[in-house]
């Protein structure tokens, strides 16, 4: 894995907000930038219609939606390396593919593509399920919720008792040490229904000890490895994505892991991943084990 920081680009708003994210992330980590459009030219195949300096009309056109990106990237941080890349092929498999060679990618929730009453497009689906590094996806229009000079921000990140939180955990956490921000850390848990014995009592005290032990155990060592960052521990009764959703709405950034396990779209993506991208209020990142 390169360090380097990919922005999917179609010109629409979305990825004009994640090249606008991505370029942040890049000035924050003294990481290069690349911008990426995809050009598919299936079923609508212009390369017949080719222009006089020799190029086609789609090229021509990806090349300025690039440009066009570009100065973006540059005028937000004249000081960041940034590069552009036209690539031939389906736009969630490229971005995929670029993946490898990424520390994340960045990338806005719905492209010119996609569906007037979705909240999620499908190529942002595909690559949050499906890449190997951190996803980060951008909302257009969304901005910093702790803007005010001096204020504070807050990133969340959702943790269980698994192995799988931790990639996502050390994101965070190293998110949090680069924007100087207080880190949030939920542990949501829902009590067992027994369909054959509802009549099962719980100590609700008992269990409540039990929750917060899981999660000081699950944080201890990268409160050690970040001893700069302000960590909130935060144990809730709720459902992952309702926990996590409300918590969005006062964070810069969401940061998610992911258990899915199947071998065909979105089921790359837990069932909490993929609630979270679509009802979240902030940009969110999944980090895939």
Not at 208 to 224: G, K, N, P, S
Request: hydrophobic share 45%.
């Amino acid at each position: 894995m390169s360090a380097l920081i990919i922005a999917g680009t179609d010109g629409s708003t979305g990825a004009t907000a994640a090249v606008e994210w991505a370029a942040d992330d890049a000035a924050r980590t003294g990481l290069p930038l690349r911008i990426v459009t995809a050009v598919h030219r299936w079923p609508n195949d212009l390369s017949r219609f080719v222009a006089p300096d020799g190029e086609d009309l789609m090229t021509r056109g990806a090349r300025r939606i690039l440009d066009e990106a570009e100065a973006t990237a540059r005028t937000r941080h004249p000081a960041i390396e940034v590069s552009t890349a036209l690539i031939e092929g389906l736009p969630p498999v490229v971005l995929r593919d670029q993946g490898q060679d990424a520390t994340e990618i960045v990338i806005g929730s719905r492209g010119l593509g996609g569906f007037a009453g979705a909240v999620i497009g499908s190529v942002s689906m595909h690559v949050a399920g499906h890449a190997h590094c951190p996803v980060v996806v951008v909302r257009p229009g969304q901005v910093p919720t702790h803007g005010e000079i001096g204020e504070i921000g807050e990133i969340t990140v959702g943790i269980d008792d698994s192995d799988a939180c931790e990639p996502a955990l050390a994101y965070a956490f190293e998110q949090a040490k680069l924007r100087g921000c207080t880190l949030r850390a939920i542990y949501a848990w829902q009590l067992p229904v027994h369909a054959y014995a509802p009549e099962i009592a719980y100590d609700m005290d008992e269990i409540r000890i039990a929750q917060h032990a899981v999660v000081a155990d699950r944080l201890a060592t990268w409160q050690q490895k970040y001893p700069e960052v302000s960590l909130i521990e935060n144990v809730r009764c709720a459902h992952p994505v309702e926990a996590l959703t409300k918590a969005s709405t006062g964070s810069d950034l969401l940061v998610v892991g992911s258990h899915g396990r199947g071998a065909l779209g979105s089921l790359l993506l837990g069932s909490v991943s993929r609630g979270v991208l679509h009802h979240a209020h902030c940009a969110v990142a999944v980090v895939r084990s």
